[in-house]
């Protein structure tokens, strides 16, 4: 399977288990949804596209950037900037219906050149917050 260089977005689930993450269009406003497959140690496409440019789906005209799994539920979460970097919006897929929706934006102190990347990575940097305010976990400082 040939997976294009826009492959961006990882998240892992609690234990190691799910990984996702995503094959993005050049314009990183479509995407184009992938599990990890243990079995095979092979990355499995699932067939789930989406386009969050539309407005339906919170007309996005910035760049997709970053994932992230809720380990409470093992379902994706996943994000980016908007053009100028004031805003970050965020998408969820659940992989058990193939259904993505878009759940909201957040402001951020952006600036006119789009650096504004404070909440890129979710989870990845020790003594950080996920992305769910109702269950914020912080990463062990040990290490």
């Not at 949804?33 to 440019?53: E, L, P, Q």
């Not at 934006?105 to 109702?134: D, E, L, M």
Request: charged letters at 15%.
């Amino acid at each position: 399977m040939r997976i294009s260089t826009q492959f961006n977005g990882l998240g892992i689930g609690s234990g190691g288990d799910p990984i996702y993450a995503y094959d993005r269009t050049p314009n990183a406003q479509s995407l184009r949804m992938y599990v990890f497959d243990h079995s095979t140690n092979t990355w499995t496409d699932t067939g789930r596209t989406y386009n969050t440019a539309t407005t339906t789906t919170g007309s996005f005209n910035g760049s997709l950037i970053g994932g992230a799994v809720d380990l409470s539920t093992d379902q994706y979460y996943f994000g980016g900037f908007v053009s100028g970097g004031n805003q970050f919006k965020i998408w969820r897929y659940n992989h058990s219906t193939g259904a993505f929706t878009f759940k909201g934006t957040i402001n951020t102190a952006g600036t006119t050149t789009g650096n504004a990347n404070g909440v890129s990575s979710p989870g990845f940097r020790r003594g950080s917050y996920s992305w769910f305010p109702k269950q914020p976990r912080v990463l062990s400082r040990t290490g």
